[in-house]
């Protein structure tokens, strides 16, 4: 391999963040420089764009493998069981979440590699914890399976770093809206699922009560965030798999309100289910400050530009006959 050039493995390479990762990787990087995994075989366009291996987290032999195999020196560990998924499943976000986690880390300490991205979440935090300006140092107690996972995660990453020397690196990813790949199992997928509904059907029943405000983003400045951490440099960064990173925040009902400015005659009803006490004990906006002190971090995209730009793709994607 030149030098400078990494390989890099992506896990969960099928979710909906994994599946735009890995492509904005081989635009950086190069087609064959970055290998593709996930416990499921992916679809035809994943399949064939570039190197792919079915890889389950859980098994720490396979991981340990999948490293050397394929010369590996980088990893963004994307596989998760999100919160939704997570109290309907609690046993498997362990094993994937926690177990996951430490497989790669394992792998990574044992095999010399040079960075690690393990991604955490706003469901890191809790009902205890402020709700509005949710700082970065605070009180860590959620009360679901997927954020006690989360928290185990950035304490395993910093651990990691500090009795290792592993570069590990993390940022709390807030609700994360995009048109690529559906999410699956989150709190936070009523707000990419009222766009489908509102240009296939006009009208949307969402899981969450209208006045429930979450911090969210737009994929493009998920994938920012996710690249722009791990190029930072490491002599400034204070810290490591903890970074609470924002965007813009927003209740359901202002959601359906800048979608109502481009389709007037949009119905939104309501019917709350049990994610709406996950989404109770979640922050309403973040302090991002150390992102942005540390390491340059600056959204790109608000309530207004982001739901412009979705209801575009969206409705590019049904004339194209590809709406999920
Ligand atoms: C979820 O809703 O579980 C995720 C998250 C906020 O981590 N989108």
Known sequence: MAPGKHRILVTGACGQIGTELVRALRQRAGRDSVVATDVVEPGPALKTAGPFAVLDVTRRADVAAAVDRHEIDIVYHMAAILSAKGEQHPGLAWEVNINGTFNVLEAAREKGLTRVFCPSSIAVFGPETPREDTPQETVLRPKTMYGL????????????????????????????????????????????????????????????????????????????????????????????????????????????????????????????????????????????????????????????????????????????????
């Not at 651990?159 to 807030?174: A, S």
């Open 149 to 324: 996972t989360k928290v185990a995660g950035e304490l395993l990453g910093d651990y990691y770093v500090r009795r290792h020397g592993l570069d590990v690196r993390g940022c709390r990813y807030p609700g994360i809206i995009s048109h690529e790949t559906l999410p699956g199992g989150g709190t936070t997928d009523y707000a990419v699922a009222i766009f489908f509904d509102a240009v296939r059907n006009g009208r949307y029943t969402c899981f969450l009560a209208p006045e429930t405000r979450l911090p969210m983003m737009y994929m493009p400045d998920c994938l920012k965030a996710t690249l722009d951490l791990m190029a930072a440099d490491l002599g400034r960064l204070k810290h490591h798999s903890d970074f609470n990173l924002a965007a813009m925040s927003f209740s359901a009902e202002e959601l359906a309100a800048d979608i109502k400015k481009h389709i007037p005659g949009f119905i939104v009803d309501y019917k709350p289910d049990f994610r709406q006490a996950i989404a109770d004990s979640w922050p309403k906006t973040i302090d991002d400050s150390a992102a942005r002190e540390e390491w340059g971090w600056k959204p790109d995209f608000d309530l207004a530009a982001m739901t412009a730009d979705m209801l575009g793709a969206v409705k590019r994607k049904m004339s194209a006959g590809g709406l999920p």
